[in-house]
């Protein structure tokens, strides 16, 4: 037999029958018959079979009773504190909860994989600063790729019009190549997609239905299929297309969003997906070849890429394009990666502080139970033994305090998907699912065994086996290490407050930015007729209709100035027309600037208050028959003509010539970042006889006092006067679009910031736990030098500095942390650095008085102390 | 609150026995039976052994290699698993009486000087 391992269950056996036999033959010694001996001796040892289980019990349950023990032990312990729990458990559901939501997110957009066929081979193709790629590469690469196995172009969804039948809708639509279902691997839920057949010359164009939109428009009628759908808007063809299928529910876009873009037109989905022509610039979505990286690829088609360039483009811009292939799920994702991944870290600080602060707690109360711990060791209790039950207590909590932060993470998952995730279009459903039980389990855990293990070192330099009365005299040991936890919750903190501060002036700076417009006042509404009629009788319907419309809304009291356009600022993406040229000039750079094109009335340029800084705005006399005009903004002309005047000339704009007669301020077209895009407005009466159709417009009306909103029921009295199928919707003030531009950054100001004031707040609620601990363990001290004539401020003072240390060594090292982290949020910050001095000044100087203020409360307690009554109390 | 002063008087019987079971095998090897005897015998039966935790607890000490057991034959002729104290048994006897005693006469001072 092994030592350390105890009888066998024979062994047992015979152990206790020969106990007994042996107590018999005492008894029969002692003068007992052999029967009554016997008797007697089974009488003693009591019930075998009792103890025979405790025997098995021991053996294979020891441990889970020993669980059971301590569990039940930690909890009644708890108990008997209630505020210690509130307060740990309070703080350690919000840390876990805070964690566990974001995490659920993180989950669902970075981890989950997409909703295709292989996602892991599908790569996203681009070559900065060229926009779409040209057909010559395309077949290039088409003709010489190994990396790929396929690739397939699209044109990402824009918005405009469809005219279906004869009736006008406005819809999102997107242009795809045959190919680029099959190569998602998804097949069409009612009907077909594209098939290569469709793409041969001569074939009529097709078109496919998002799901939602079939429903919503069609009814979800199956007798849509052969349907004939016609595009007419300046980003679509004006050509018609036969419904050939309709697309499953969870079909998803692959929107890839352009960096910097505002959240809110990301998760674009089109709702008709066309069939592109080959002539157009795409982007181009590929599947890798088994074997090959996203790395391989870049470099092969790159080397196409240059061979092939210097026929169509100057050396310097071949020179300057990089062709990257990114993995599709990192190019969904986006800068959204980056911005949970910062939210990712700023809630693991939180919760280190939060396990600090418990680690903390659990170290006074450690020190406060040190008799009762010399008790237990006294007798026989293992040093282990005590271990486990005090790491059973911090598990207890944490085990209690991961409940409360899944229920808390189930009710943030009503919030922060919209708030976190709204550019990750591929993202439908964030939900707790395994991934997220388990890492919060894991958090948990940790927290547990983290904040329970530092509460122990204190007692692990002693021992458990102290003098019991010595014990509440040895602070100092615990002490070194109450500040150092404090140190470290402070310099967290002030990282976190800082990159809230500079989030929040971010936040301030975009609100405040140079916009080229004044927004104050202006009301918008988007409006459509209710008409139909072949192109050209739509072309003059809409013309006329909106000069009716804006006639109307003019007369309506209140309105100073009316105008409209069909894209006004962070209204949606405006899709770049490429091709653009002045004509008679021979110009480098101008295949690869992308231009975006708005249809205004004129008055636009006044009614927006956008700046002319050369030439004129449209008039009433800008009609089909007269000269083709246009006005550019100074975008345009930093692009196209930074070198030459501009006014007079003409331009090569899509089939038309326009005539340049003003140039104005830039204005942001989504983004309040991005820099302004050129832009090209075209008046909307000289439309009539081209290939658009401008049926759905926003209009724009400024009030001449007071809040625009109020203006909307008169003006829509007066719109509907023309007639009452006229659709009027998308209603906001111009400051709503603004606030809804720059949500992003308001949505991360405001968690940040609510993430800060958690952490603040457990940090003050540590410092002053720490002081008054401390304060109540030296009421005799205290005592002492009140009765040896201390004045009231040099004791609070010297209570105070004490804390002081901590707190300045926190903020030395908060302040150098902050620096660091400044590398991660850089991006994410506007016209202000990282390392903004102001900001850290303030900063430290607010949060060392916080923490010196919840220092000095409890410190005040300490002159309070009625010196008789201190030095009786020992 | 009745489980609870149960549990703490458990907690305290076990560890006492720990250490009198430790004491009583410094004079030698000793069944389980003369360990009870003896306990008994040396207390004036102010403490009766209950020989049913008895057991767990010779157990519990021999899994802590604080004693060791073989199977030999006693006085009267009879074969008993006999049980010795280790190396490690004899510093935890050691180290037990001597935080009994701390423990002890702290109580002891609380309590005042013993009655006649």
Known sequence: ?874 | MSTQDENERIALLQGTLDLLILRVLIFGHQHGQGIARAIEQQTDRTLLVDHGSLYPALQRLERREWIEAEWRTSENNRRARFYRLTRAGRKQLMTGTNQWYRLSSAIARILGPEKA
């Not at chain 1, 824009?158 to 809708?169: D, E, I, K, L, Y």
């Not at chain 1, 876009?253 to 997906?273: H, R, Y």
């Not at chain 1, 040190?370 to 293992?382: N, V």
């Open chain 1, 1 to 874: 037999m092994a030592r350390g391992q105890g009888p066998s269950d024979d062994e047992f056996r015979e152990e206790i029958e020969a106990h007994v036999a042996l107590e018999t033959d005492r008894l029969i010694a002692d003068g007992l018959s052999p029967e009554d001996a016997a008797i007697m001796a089974r009488r003693t040892f009591g019930n075998v079979t009792r103890v025979r289980e405790r025997f098995f019990e021991s053996r294979r349950l020891m441990w889970l009773e020993d669980v059971r023990q301590d569990t039940r032990f930690a909890f009644r312990s708890l108990r008997r504190s209630p505020g210690f729990t509130a307060v740990a458990l309070l703080t350690l559901a919000i840390g876990l909860g805070a964690n566990t939501a974001i995490f659920s997110v993180v989950s669902a957009v970075l981890l989950r994989p997409l909703a295709y066929s292989d996602p892991d081979q599908l790569i996203l193709i681009e070559h900065p600063p060229l926009g779409g790629s040209p057909p010559w590469l395309r077949d290039a690469w088409r003709a010489r790729t190994r990396t790929l196995a396929d690739f397939a172009g699209f044109e990402p969804s824009s918005s405009g019009t469809v005219v279906a039948g004869n009736q006008p809708m406005h819809v999102s639509a997107a242009h795809v190549t045959s190919n680029f279902f099959p190569l998602l691997g998804i097949t069409a839920a009612l009907g077909r997609t594209f098939a290569s057949t469709d793409a041969q010359p001569g074939a009529p164009t097709v078109a496919v239905l998002a799901h939602n939109f079939w429903v919503r428009q069609f009814g979800g009628s199956s007798d849509v299929i052969g349907r004939t759908v016609t595009l007419t808007d300046v980003t679509f063809t004006g050509e018609a297309g036969i419904i050939v299928g309709v697309l499953p529910q969870h079909f998803r876009f692959p929107v890839a969003d352009p960096p910097g873009n505002a959240p809110l037109f990301a998760a674009m989905q089109p709702d008709v997906i066309v069939l592109s022509r080959d002539d157009a610039w795409q982007q181009v979505l590929g599947r890798l070849s088994p074997g090959n990286t996203p790395a391989a690829a870049s470099a092969e088609l790159s080397g196409i890429f240059k061979q092939e360039a210097s026929a169509h483009y100057a050396a310097s811009l071949v020179e300057r394009t990089h062709v990257v292939a990114t993995p599709l799920q990192d190019r969904l994702v986006g800068d959204t990666r980056h911005r949970l991944l910062l939210l990712m870290a700023a809630v693991g600080c939180v919760l280190l502080v939060v396990c600090a602060n418990i680690a903390n707690l659990l170290l006074a109360r450690v020190t406060g139970r040190q008799p009762e711990f010399a008790i237990r060791a006294a007798l026989g209790a293992r040093t282990g033994r005590l271990i486990r039950m005090i790491l059973t207590e911090s598990l207890l909590l944490a085990g209690f305090g991961a409940v409360a932060a899944l229920l808390l993470a189930y009710w943030g998952n009503g919030v922060l998907p919209s708030m976190l995730a709204a550019r990750a279009s591929h993202v439908e459903t964030v939900s707790i699912d395994w991934w997220v039980l388990v890492f919060n389990t894991v958090l948990a855990v940790a927290t547990g065994v983290l904040s329970g293990l530092t509460s122990l070192t204190a007692i692990r330099s002693r021992g458990f086996a102290c003098d019991t009365h010595r014990a509440g005299q040895s602070v100092t040991g615990r002490t070194r290490l109450c500040e150092g936890l404090l140190a470290a919750e402070v310099a967290v903190v002030l990282v976190l407050v800082l990159t809230a501060a500079l989030l929040s002036q971010t936040l301030w700076n975009l609100q405040h930015s140079n916009r080229g417009f004044d927004g104050d006042g202006l009301l918008t509404a988007a409006v459509m007729p209710g008409m139909s009629g072949t192109i050209p009788e739509l072309q003059n319907l809409t013309s006329t209709f909106f000069d009716r419309v804006i006639e109307q809304i003019g007369r309506v009291p209140g309105v100073e100035s009316v105008a409209a356009a069909s894209t006004v600022p962070f209204s949606g993406p405006t899709m770049g027309m490429s091709g653009v040229s002045i004509i008679g000039r021979p110009s480098a750079s101008e295949s690869g600037t992308s231009v975006s094109v708005a249809v205004v009335t004129p008055g636009y340029f006044a009614t927006m208050r956008n700046r002319l800084m050369a030439g004129r705005d449209f008039n009433r006399l800008d009609l089909p028959d007269r000269d083709r005009v246009t006005v550019v903004n100074s975008a345009f002309v930093r692009a196209l003509a930074s070198d030459l005047p501009l006014l007079g000339t003409q331009i090569q704009f899509g089939r038309s010539q326009l005539t340049v007669i003003g140039i104005v301020e830039d204005t942001p077209d989504t983004s309040l970042r991005e820099p302004a895009r050129p832009f090209v407005y075209v008046p909307l009466a000289q439309t009539v006889g081209s290939q658009f159709v401008f049926a759905r417009l926003t209009v724009l009306a400024r009030a001449r006092t007071g809040d625009p909103a109020g203006l909307f029921p008169s003006v829509r009295e007066a719109v509907w006067a023309l007639g009452h199928d006229i659709v009027i919707d998308e209603v906001k003030t111009m400051n709503e679009r603004l606030a809804a531009a720059v949500r992003t950054e308001r949505d991360s100001s405001i968690l940040f910031g609510l993430l800060a004031a958690i952490a603040l707040l457990v940090a003050v609620a540590g410092v002053y736990g720490v002081v008054a601990y401390s304060v109540s363990q030296r009421t005799r001290e205290m005592g002492i030098r009140i009765a040896l004539g201390a004045r009231h401020g040099q004791v609070v003072g010297d209570i105070v500095r004490e804390s002081a240390w901590p707190v300045a060594i926190g903020i030395a090292m908060g302040l150098a942390g902050a620096a660091v982290a400044a590398r991660a949020t850089a991006s994410t910050l506007f016209e202000i650095q990282p390392t903004d001095p102001p900001t850290y000044v303030a900063t430290a100087l607010a949060l060392s008085l916080t923490a010196l203020t919840a220092a000095w409360i409890p410190a005040r307690r300490a002159t309070r102390v009625d010196p008789i009554k201190a030095l009786r109390a020992e």
